[in-house]
Every structure is written in structure tokens, then in C-alpha cells.
């Protein structure tokens, strides 16, 4: 089973910035489609932050993050392990919530599925 582990995470205040970071920890992985971002405030639904896929030929933002948030993505130098990133500038309180790194994974036996990180609390705050 693929889990996801993100890092990053913390207070800051209005207008400053935050890098979160997710790798996969454990889990065989053929092929990863797509990786990105989601968040949720509270009382709010999930929403999309930020998609990229592998190549970072199709990028996806939120209306409400463009120009300010920017996904990025790594591969080890022996091809093993993928990392992604989230650099957030220009921080909003209304930017706070729980961060959730997600991944659309080819595993094992060709098995396609959605995977979820436990989140990472962001808290925007004077």
C-alpha cells in the first residue's frame, strides 16, 4: 500500500511564504499519473490547490493561489523516488487549513487509484 508523507507545514504570518514537501514512504509504484495539493478549511470542502504531472507538462492551480503558489516536483538521480513541493508566497489567512498531498498511482498489478496524505496543518496568523 502507497502512503503518502508530507512535511512543511506550521504558522506563519500574513504574507510570508511556506514549502511543503511530500514524498511516497513505503509501496511499490509503477507509474505516478499526477501528483499535487488539496486543501480544506474548516467547515469548508476540499479543494484543489495545485496538480502537476511527472513531467510538469500540465500544471493546475485554484483560482484563488495562482501567481502566488508554485508546485514543483524531483527525481532521485537513480530514478527511484519522486518528491513534490508546494512553495507558498504571499500567504493570506484565508489560505489556512489542512494541506493534503495527493497522488494518482499505477502500483501493483497495473492498479490505478488515488492516494491521500494525512495532512499538514497551514495556519496564517498575525
Known amino acids: 500500500q502507497v502512503q503518502l508523507v508530507e512535511s512543511g507545514g506550521g504558522l506563519v504570518q500574513p504574507g510570508g511564504s511556506l514549502r511543503l514537501a511530500c514524498a511516497p514512504s513505503s509501496g511499490y509504484i509503477f507509474e505516478i499519473k499526477l501528483m499535487g495539493w488539496y486543501r480544506q478549511a474548516p467547515g469548508e470542502e476540499r479543494e484543489l490547490v495545485a496538480t502537476t504531472t511527472p513531467s510538469g507538462s500540465t500544471v493546475n492551480y485554484g483560482d484563488s493561489v495562482k501567481g502566488r503558489f508554485t508546485i514543483s516536483s524531483a527525481v532521485s538521480s537513480d530514478n527511484t523516488k519522486t518528491a513534490w513541493y508546494l512553495k507558498m508566497n504571499s500567504l493570506r489567512t484565508e489560505d489556512t487549513g489542512v494541506y493534503y498531498c495527493?497522488?494518482?498511482?499505477?502500483?501493483?498489478?497495473?492498479?490505478?487509484?488515488?492516494?491521500w496524505g494525512r495532512g499538514t496543518q497551514v495556519t496564517i496568523s498575525s
Open positions: 495527493y497522488a494518482d498511482i499505477i502500483g501493483l498489478r497495473w492498479s490505478r487509484d488515488n492516494y
